[in-house]
């Protein structure tokens, strides 16, 4: 099991950039897939990137694709993303999640979740 814990939420101006890091406990991180999600006020919660438990294969959603970077830290058990050119869309709150090894996109696959942190873009 891993319990991920997310940080590095804030307020921006539209261009600016995030880092968002989750740190997950446990010995077993290596093993996960891991997945950033996104919730807005009103809307489901969407993919946003996804890497495998190696770092090798990252899978972005079509509107963050080239302004946003995930990478993962093994010996730290922690996985990061790097947003840049934000937008006020991009505002929501964002959310870590374990899966499987090979870092999927869909939701449903995820078991293991943080609590968020929020993300604004002020236009």
Not at 19 to 31: E, H
Not at 38 to 67: H, L
Request: charged share 15%; glycine share 14%; aromatic share 12%.
């Amino acid at each position: 099991q891993v319990q991920p814990v997310e940080s590095g939420g804030g307020l921006v101006q539209a261009g600016g950039s995030l880092r968002l890091s989750c740190s997950a406990s446990g010995r077993t991180f290596s093993n996960y897939g891991m997945g950033w999600f996104r919730q807005a006020p009103g809307k489901e919660r969407e993919f946003v990137a996804s890497i495998n438990w190696s770092g090798d294969t990252t899978n972005y959603r079509d509107p963050v694709k080239g302004r946003f970077t995930i990478s993962r830290d093994n010996a730290k058990n922690t996985v990061y993303l790097q947003m840049n050119s934000l937008k006020p869309e991009d505002t929501a709150v964002y959310y870590c999640a374990a899966g499987a090894g090979f870092g999927p996109t869909s939701r449903d696959t995820y078991h293991y979740w943080g609590q968020g942190t929020q993300v604004t873009v002020s236009s």
